[in-house]
């Protein structure tokens, strides 16, 4: 299976990354086409297909819950995958930027 990572909204967008996932049918698409996404930690519940998910998001800690070292290591190896993606994404999220590409 590929993985792409799933980005968040530009800024000046106020609509929350898993809202926007769901009005765009992104789930459904990925599945569809045979893909995956790494995806933060915005993106939890989106995928709730443990024996196939389409969409990892990691695991996130609380005050009662705190990580195992497994969990540990599988967010680390997540923020590898999606540091790259995460980085050359940054600069198209810059308003200046986006305006600045001619249409």
Do not use: S
């Not at 809202?19 to 790494?38: F, N």
């Not at 709730?48 to 497994?70: E, L, M, Q, S, Y």
């Amino acid at each position: 299976m590929a993985h792409q990572t799933v980005g968040h909204a530009p800024a000046g967008d106020h609509t929350h990354d898993i809202t926007a996932a769901r009005h765009d049918h992104v789930l459904a698409r990925l599945r569809a086409a045979g893909l995956g996404a790494l995806a933060d930690l915005g993106f939890r519940g989106l995928d709730n297909d443990v024996c196939d998910p389409v969409i990892v998001t990691g695991f996130a800690a609380t005050r009662a819950h705190k990580f195992t070292p497994g969990q540990k290591t599988a967010n680390r190896v997540l923020a590898t995958g999606r540091a790259p993606v995460e980085h050359g994404f940054a600069p198209l999220k810059d308003w200046r930027t986006l305006r600045q590409t001619p249409h």
